[in-house]
């Protein structure tokens, strides 16, 4: 009978992203507190070994093996392709190896805004519940410090997907260059740290999603990051019904709304085109 030995094991913080293999490794991509992280696992004689990988952090990586089994011997083996991208780093294809550390940058997207002086933050906001919802703090180079910053909080929390660092010449450019600060929340409905956050949110549950982003909308107000009078929410199709029920539930939170592509109608849902 065949043995098996568990390389990865999620938990309440950690998921599985993906994986990809090369000749002799197997390597993790893991989404660790909602940024990435890649493990390599290499199989030898005293069973499977662990390495962490050093990659940009925190953001978002992707890993593809760039092996031909069919090719041998194939001087690309144990080559990696890695993607990277975070709110002030533009995406960036980098090339890697397995079993050690450097990546050589391939090509990268263009850079639209001048980062310097700007920073990313991750704070926690408790939601209703107790739950700790995440989120992420894009802060402009110069920002105010009597709780008056313009301040975009944006959201999803639907269909498993994960809300993750990622590049926007447009935010960046025309926000954060300008003094905004943007928000990213990482609400149940999404994957953040699968399939349980997701679950968590679905039918009877679905409160949860629209009391996490409110948590996220008072905890910056309390800890004077701006003010009810200066922040604003965004969100498209999922995230427009998100900030729709949200702005009549909690309008007290917020001055401005962007509600985008939004199916609001959920009892004429299955009428809908």
């Given at each position: 009978?065949?043995?098996?030995?568990?390389l990865?094991?999620?938990?309440?913080?950690?998921?599985?992203?993906?994986?990809?293999?090369?000749?002799?490794?197997?390597?993790?991509?893991?989404?660790?507190?909602?940024?990435?992280?890649?493990?390599?696992?290499?199989?030898?004689?005293?069973?499977?070994?662990?390495?962490?990988?050093?990659?940009?952090?925190?953001?978002?990586?992707?890993?593809?093996?760039?092996?031909?089994?069919?090719?041998?011997?194939?001087?690309?083996?144990?080559?990696?392709?890695?993607?990277?991208?975070?709110?002030?780093?533009?995406?960036?294809?980098?090339?890697?190896?397995?079993?050690?550390?450097?990546?050589?940058?391939?090509k990268?997207?263009?850079?639209?805004?001048?980062?310097?002086?700007?920073?990313?933050?991750?704070?926690?906001?408790?939601?209703?519940?107790?739950?700790?919802?995440?989120?992420?703090?894009?802060?402009?180079?110069r920002p105010?410090?009597?709780?008056?910053?313009p301040?975009?909080?944006?959201?999803?929390?639907?269909?498993?997907?994960?809300?993750?660092?990622?590049?926007?010449?447009?935010?960046?450019s025309?926000?954060?260059?300008?003094?905004?600060?943007?928000?990213?929340?990482?609400?149940?409905?999404?994957?953040?740290?699968?399939?349980?956050?997701?679950?968590?949110?679905?039918?009877?549950?679905?409160?949860?999603?629209?009391?996490?982003?409110?948590?996220?909308?008072?905890?910056l107000?309390?800890?004077?990051?701006?003010?009810?009078?200066?922040?604003?929410?965004?969100?498209?199709?999922?995230?427009?019904?998100?900030?729709?029920?949200?702005?009549?539930?909690?309008?007290?939170?917020?001055?401005?709304?962007?509600?985008?592509?939004?199916?609001?109608?959920?009892?004429?849902?299955?009428?809908?085109?």
């Amino acid at each position: 009978r065949p043995t098996y030995a568990v390389l990865f094991t999620p938990t309440s913080t950690r998921s599985l992203a993906g994986w990809t293999a090369t000749r002799t490794t197997v390597v993790l991509d893991v989404l660790d507190e909602v940024a990435s992280r890649l493990e390599e696992w290499r199989h030898g004689p005293g069973g499977w070994t662990r390495r962490d990988v050093q990659a940009p952090h925190p953001g978002t990586l992707g890993v593809s093996a760039m092996h031909d089994v069919h090719r041998e011997p194939d001087p690309l083996a144990e080559a990696l392709l890695v993607n990277y991208t975070d709110f002030l780093t533009p995406d960036s294809l980098m090339l890697g190896q397995t079993g050690r550390d450097g990546l050589e940058v391939l090509k990268s997207r263009p850079r639209y805004f001048d980062a310097a002086g700007m920073r990313v933050e991750q704070r926690h906001a408790r939601s209703r519940d107790g739950t700790q919802v995440p989120y992420f703090i894009v802060w402009p180079a110069r920002p105010r410090d009597d709780g008056r910053n313009p301040t975009v909080l944006y959201g999803y929390g639907g269909f498993e997907i994960p809300m993750q660092p990622s590049y926007s010449g447009t935010i960046g450019s025309q926000w954060l260059a300008g003094g905004g600060v943007h928000v990213l929340a990482n609400i149940r409905g999404g994957g953040e740290f699968g399939p349980a956050w997701h679950q968590a949110a679905l039918r009877s549950q679905r409160q949860n999603a629209f009391d996490d982003f409110a948590a996220v909308a008072e905890d910056l107000i309390a800890r004077g990051v701006t003010r009810a009078e200066h922040l604003g929410i965004e969100g498209g199709s999922n995230g427009g019904l998100l900030v729709g029920t949200v702005m009549l539930q909690r309008p007290e939170l917020f001055r401005a709304v962007v509600c985008q592509v939004p199916l609001l109608d959920m009892r004429r849902f299955h009428l809908l085109l």
